[in-house]
């Protein structure tokens, strides 16, 4: 795991459009799983303004990380939506090479085995962008999910849905479940890049970071994965033990290399 910190969201989305300029260049067909949320967002805004400048995304094929049970089809709230909304409805995906979770399915745990075939057959996932809950979950892999799950339905606790209520219009209409990939799902892709930024956080970061693997962290499973990234602002890594040795890693570290 690579633990990168950096002054602010800016640097933060640079770094990370960088690593998946490089895989776009490298292969033009590329596999992405795109994350919602806050985190990523200037990341996607990164990625708009290098698709003017010439960034073909016309092969790229893009997996979505969950989606919520029960939204209407074209509810500005449902990931599905924010997605196309944010980022692939802004540069020249075609929208058939966009697939989500069904969250609107008659047989949920069909449609679960559905999404994962449909991961399998595009060839695994190239690069996953992540964000990082305050309670440590990634996807919507609450704290006590097993850290070998797959693509299933899952209740959201209270605090997610408090904190997702600023994308609807009050807490009530939060959906109360989701169908998100699993964490074993997550790891088979062969790049995660981790986005946190904020001091709430912090306590967060450090568990996925320096604390033991454990189902009361989701987001710690990501120490088995051979290839992750963690993008970092000052604040979100102010707990990191290791903070210190993190930027000395990142700052001496062949250019060649890369993330």
Same mark, same amino acid.
């Given at each position: 795991? %690579?633990? @990168?910190? +950096? !002054?602010?969201?800016? $640097?933060?989305?640079?770094?990370?459009?960088?690593?998946? /300029?490089?895989?776009? &260049?490298?292969?033009?067909?590329?596999?992405?799983?795109?994350?919602?949320?806050?985190?990523?967002?200037?990341?996607?805004?990164?990625?708009?303004?290098?698709?003017?400048?010439?960034?073909?995304?016309?092969?790229?094929?893009?997996?979505?990380?969950? %989606?919520? @049970?029960? +939204? !209407?089809?074209?509810? $500005?709230?449902?990931?599905?939506?924010?997605?196309?909304? /944010?980022?692939?409805? &802004?540069?020249?995906?075609?929208?058939?090479?966009?697939?989500?979770?069904?969250?609107?399915?008659?047989?949920?745990?069909?449609?679960?085995?559905?999404?994962?075939?449909?991961?399998?057959?595009?060839?695994?996932?190239?690069?996953?962008?992540?964000?990082?809950?305050?309670?440590?979950?990634?996807?919507?892999?609450?704290?006590?999910?097993?850290?070998?799950?797959?693509?299933?339905?899952?209740?959201?606790?209270?605090?997610?849905?408090?904190?997702?209520?600023?994308?609807?219009?009050?807490?009530?209409?939060?959906?109360?479940?989701?169908?998100?990939?699993?964490?074993?799902?997550?790891?088979?892709?062969?790049?995660?890049?981790?986005?946190?930024?904020?001091?709430?956080?912090?306590?967060?970061?450090?568990?996925?970071?320096?604390?033991?693997?454990?189902?009361?962290?989701?987001?710690?499973?990501?120490?088995?994965?051979?290839?992750?990234?963690?993008?970092?602002?000052?604040?979100?890594?102010?707990?990191?033990?290791?903070?210190?040795?993190?930027?000395?890693?990142?700052?001496?570290?062949?250019?060649?290399?890369?993330?």
């Amino acid at each position: 795991m %690579e633990v @990168v910190i +950096l !002054p602010g969201a800016k $640097p933060i989305a640079a770094l990370a459009a960088d690593a998946i /300029e490089a895989l776009l &260049r490298n292969k033009p067909d590329a596999v992405l799983g795109l994350a919602t949320g806050s985190s990523p967002l200037p990341v996607y805004e990164e990625l708009e303004r290098r698709h003017r400048r010439g960034l073909d995304f016309s092969r790229v094929r893009a997996f979505a990380l969950d %989606e919520y @049970v029960g +939204l !209407p089809p074209g509810h $500005p709230g449902s990931y599905r939506e924010v997605i196309r909304r /944010e980022f692939t409805g &802004r540069v020249n995906i075609r929208p058939e090479n966009v697939h989500g979770p069904d969250g609107e399915a008659a047989d949920v745990p069909a449609a679960c085995r559905a999404f994962e075939e449909a991961i399998r057959a595009a060839g695994g996932v190239d690069l996953q962008l992540l964000g990082l809950g305050t309670d440590g979950h990634i996807g919507f892999n609450e704290p006590g999910s097993s850290l070998a799950s797959r693509t299933r339905i899952k209740t959201l606790v209270e605090q997610t849905r408090r904190d997702n209520a600023r994308f609807f219009s009050n807490l009530a209409e939060v959906p109360h479940h989701v169908i998100t990939q699993g964490l074993g799902t997550i790891l088979e892709a062969r790049h995660v890049i981790l986005l946190a930024t904020g001091a709430q956080k912090a306590q967060a970061v450090r568990d996925l970071v320096e604390g033991p693997v454990a189902a009361i962290c989701p987001a710690s499973v990501l120490q088995l994965h051979p290839h992750v990234t963690v993008l970092l602002d000052e604040a979100a890594a102010s707990s990191l033990r290791l903070a210190d040795y993190y930027r000395h890693s990142y700052d001496s570290k062949p250019r060649w290399q890369g993330l």
